[in-house]
């Protein structure tokens, strides 16, 4: 099994492991004058990330910046580690991360509470990252590749209010995170149909700032999507325009759905019903694997629209 791939303009896709699903998360390195690194996963990644470096003949040295979009344990658990073993690295991370990423003690907790027994294998080490190495992100920021090339900096809330996308100024290309939602490479690989349903997983979905999102992203006439869950697409304007379609769905009929039915299973079961559904309509196969990754993402999908309908009912 390969645990990278070049896709364009020295971009190479590297394969994070999110638990024990495979072609789930994915992790980026940009090569050149500068190696950057974008999305870290949790800690249990980074030996493949290692792997694919000295595969790559690219020392842990040699790793100028590493970048992650929002600090959810899945896009930047590890970077800790990591960072430990880059030593030279600079950790790029949203202002309101940075607190987070050098005193990780919430996080932990945090996801203790959530995955209790399987913490340790999911994301066992979380380590602090020193103030020193860290510079924070903000809007309109920009980091200079070497030979010309640059990542420019956008702030992209809606799933996280500490969330941040980097434009490509080479490939034309977004380094999306989360924001432009969950891009389905099996589906895209088996059937040619680029298929992205937005991510509304807790705990900060808020279809306002998702929608001013994908408006942001279509005007930078982006060529390509880098997403970390998961894979690269080409038909970046198209694909984004029609998975923002789907906010209205997530944010008006699944919560007036949930108001009548209060439950995480007929939540989960609805919107895959609908997902399902809409994928057989537009004749788009889909086998078990998708079915089952397309519930995984539905469940997290329900508990954000969950955590979104109560904040609606304390204001």
Same mark, same amino acid.
């Given at each position: 099994?390969?645990?990278?791939?070049?896709?364009?303009?020295? $971009?190479?896709?590297?394969? %994070?492991?999110?638990?024990?699903?495979?072609?789930?998360?994915?992790?980026?390195?940009?090569?050149?004058?500068?190696?950057?690194?974008?999305?870290? =996963? *949790?800690?249990?990644?980074?030996?493949?990330? %290692?792997?694919? %470096?000295?595969?790559?003949?690219?020392?842990?040295?040699?790793?100028?910046?590493?970048?992650?979009?929002?600090?959810?344990?899945?896009?930047?658990? =590890? *970077?800790?580690?990591?960072?430990?073993?880059?030593?030279?690295?600079?950790?790029?991370?949203?202002?309101?991360?940075?607190?987070?990423?050098?005193?990780?003690?919430?996080?932990?907790?945090?996801?203790?509470?959530?995955?209790?027994?399987?913490?340790?294998?999911?994301?066992?080490?979380?380590?602090?990252?020193?103030?020193?190495?860290?510079?924070?992100?903000?809007?309109?920021?920009?980091?200079?590749?070497?030979? =010309?090339?640059?990542?420019?900096?956008?702030?992209?809330?809606?799933?996280?209010?500490?969330?941040?996308?980097?434009?490509?100024?080479?490939?034309? =290309?977004?380094?999306?995170?989360?924001? *432009?939602?969950?891009?389905?490479?099996?589906?895209?690989?088996?059937?040619?149909?680029?298929?992205?349903?937005?991510?509304? *997983?807790?705990?900060? /979905?808020?279809?306002?700032?998702? @929608?001013?999102?994908?408006?942001?992203?279509?005007?930078?006439?982006?060529?390509?999507?880098?997403?970390?869950?998961?894979?690269?697409?080409?038909?970046?304007?198209?694909?984004?325009?029609?998975?923002?379609?789907?906010?209205? /769905? /997530?944010?008006?009929?699944?919560?007036?759905?949930?108001?009548?039915?209060?439950?995480?299973?007929?939540?989960?079961?609805?919107?895959?019903?609908?997902?399902?559904?809409?994928?057989?309509?537009?004749?788009?196969?889909?086998?078990?694997?998708? $079915?089952?990754?397309?519930?995984?993402?539905?469940?997290? @999908?329900?508990?954000? $629209?969950?955590?979104?309908?109560?904040?609606?009912?304390?204001?």
């Amino acid at each position: 099994m390969s645990f990278y791939k070049l896709l364009r303009n020295n $971009i190479f896709q590297l394969a %994070l492991v999110p638990g024990n699903l495979q072609n789930r998360a994915a992790g980026y390195l940009i090569r050149g004058p500068k190696n950057i690194l974008i999305e870290t =996963g *949790a800690s249990p990644s980074n030996s493949t990330i %290692l792997s694919t %470096l000295k595969t790559l003949e690219i020392s842990p040295e040699a790793i100028d910046a590493i970048i992650v979009t929002h600090i959810h344990l899945d896009h930047a658990g =590890g *970077a800790g580690l990591l960072m430990q073993q880059c030593p030279r690295a600079t950790l790029l991370v949203h202002p309101r991360g940075r607190k987070h990423l050098s005193d990780p003690a919430k996080l932990i907790d945090g996801a203790k509470q959530v995955y209790q027994d399987d913490f340790d294998r999911l994301f066992d080490p979380i380590l602090p990252i020193p103030e020193e190495r860290i510079q924070t992100i903000s809007d309109g920021d920009t980091l200079d590749l070497g030979g =010309g090339r640059q990542l420019q900096f956008y702030e992209a809330f809606g799933h996280a209010r500490h969330h941040i996308i980097a434009f490509d100024s080479e490939s034309r =290309g977004i380094f999306s995170g989360d924001i *432009a939602g969950v891009f389905h490479d099996r589906i895209h690989d088996r059937t040619g149909q680029p298929i992205s349903f937005p991510n509304t *997983a807790p705990t900060q /979905f808020d279809p306002e700032e998702m @929608n001013a999102s994908y408006d942001l992203m279509m005007s930078l006439q982006p060529q390509c999507i880098f997403y970390t869950h998961f894979g690269m697409v080409n038909q970046a304007v198209d694909v984004l325009k029609a998975a923002k379609v789907w906010i209205p /769905f /997530f944010s008006e009929t699944c919560v007036a759905y949930y108001q009548k039915n209060p439950s995480l299973d007929k939540l989960t079961a609805f919107i895959q019903k609908k997902t399902v559904a809409y994928l057989e309509n537009e004749n788009i196969p889909v086998d078990a694997v998708d $079915i089952k990754n397309l519930e995984f993402d539905n469940r997290l @999908n329900a508990q954000g $629209i969950i955590a979104y309908e109560q904040r609606l009912q304390k204001k």
